[in-house]
Structures are given as structure tokens and as C-alpha cells.
């Protein structure tokens, strides 16, 4: 099963890390290392786990179906940052500025799930 679904763990493992850098960024006076994290975790860790997680399943499954990982893996994000904001005491943001942030990660997880797609799709053609 691991061997399966090992992007599923990157990704539990993307939370903790996560979670361990806004630790770090909140008991720190400088902004910068907010801004720091801010950028690490939403601009590369979390679309770096969408672009994991819609690769592998756009090549290794089939069916259709797949191809609502995407919105999971957007809603799984979205609440992950409600969690984190009443989590850490910061005040929420507006739902607009949830859907933009999280729209970085679902496009890497969009793009790269239809590209493994055609890839597999054309790949299982040629046999």
C-alpha cells in the first residue's frame, strides 16, 4: 500500500514540515523569516506535493475518477491554511486570498496530472 500511495505521504510529510517552519516563523521578531516560510511552503513545498500527487495518480491510474484528486487536493489545502490561521491566532483571511493561495497548488496539480495523462494514455497506445 505505501508503494501505492507514497505521494499521499510526501504530502503528510509537507504538513509537518509545514507546520515545524511556522512554529519557527512565529516565535521569530523578523518578518523576513515569515515572509521566508510563507514563500517555501505555499510557493514550492505544497505545489510541489500537487505536482507529486497529480503525476503519479494521472499515471498510474486509469479511470476517470482521477481526475478528482485535483478538487480534493485544492479542498484538502484550502482547509489546511483555515486550520493553520486559527491554529497560530492570526487573523483570517478573506476566502478570496484561501482560493488564490491554494490556486498555486491545484494548477501544479492540474497541469502536471493532465501531462502523466497523455503521456500514459499514449505510452499504453504504442504497446
Do not use: Q
Amino acid at each position: 500500500m505505501i508503494k501505492k500511495h507514497w505521494p499521499i505521504l510526501f504530502a503528510i510529510l509537507a504538513v509537518i514540515i509545514s507546520i515545524i517552519l511556522g512554529i519557527v516563523a512565529s516565535h521569530s521578531t523578523d518578518t523576513g523569516v515569515a515572509i521566508l516560510v510563507g514563500v517555501i511552503v505555499y510557493m514550492f513545498l505544497f505545489p510541489l506535493t500537487g505536482a507529486l500527487i497529480g503525476g503519479w495518480y494521472g499515471w498510474k491510474i486509469r479511470s476517470p475518477l482521477k481526475w478528482l484528486i485535483v478538487p480534493a487536493v485544492y479542498l484538502g489545502f484550502i482547509l489546511y491554511m483555515v486550520a493553520e490561521d486559527y491554529a497560530y491566532g492570526a487573523e483570517s483571511m478573506e476566502m478570496s486570498s484561501y482560493l488564490s493561495v491554494g490556486s498555486f497548488t491545484v494548477i501544479a496539480c492540474l497541469a502536471v496530472e493532465a501531462i502523466t495523462s497523455a503521456i500514459a494514455w499514449l505510452a499504453r497506445r504504442k504497446k
